[in-house]
């Protein structure tokens, strides 16, 4: 597997969902690594919900794990603060940097973070513009600086069904992401 920049993969999202709207299906779409999944007992076993999860870590210094769930997948954006911040708010329009950490519902697998490219390394993010996954979009919107979020975000808000570089189609998708500055 090739490593693609954050940038380019999310960036590319709005791609990938029009070729996904075009119809067919592309059977060497990569598929999730079985020996890399989370043990079923060591997933919640309830759906994400708007209450931040235990185990996402609280302090913004360490990079953020991502649960895993053995709860069907939500069919909605479902968005819990772990922390809120107090600075800015990101509305429609605000250029923020974030920093984030991506990876699938079901086995808490990493397929991307910022983190992994250094502890300062951001992504640049006008709220509303349509440069990333409509549903990494929507769940920054109403943050505020010094906030970590958790992001469930359904196929249909994310990579469709074609998928996208490391991520296979229909896939549902969880980012734990810090807003660092809007403005």
Known sequence: MTRRTAPRLLLTAAAALSLAACGGTDSAAPQVPETTAAAAGDCLAEAPTTEAPAGVSTDLTVKPEAPCYSAAAPTELVVSDVVV???????????????????????????????????????????????????????????????????????????????????????????????????
């Open 85 to 183: 911040g107090t600075g800015a708010e990101a509305v429609a329009g605000t250029d923020t940097a974030v920093k984030y950490v991506g990876a699938f519902y079901e086995q808490a697998e990493e397929f991307d973070s910022s983190w992994s490219r250094g502890d300062d390394e951001t992504l640049p993010v006008t709220v509303g513009a349509g440069r990333v996954i409509p549903g990494f979009d929507q769940g920054i919107e109403g943050m505020k600086v010094g906030g970590r979020r958790m992001v469930t975000i359904p196929s249909e808000l994310g990579y469709g069904p074609a998928g996208q570089g490391p991520i296979p189609g229909d896939a549902t998708l969880i980012f734990v992401i810090d807003l660092v500055s809007a403005g």
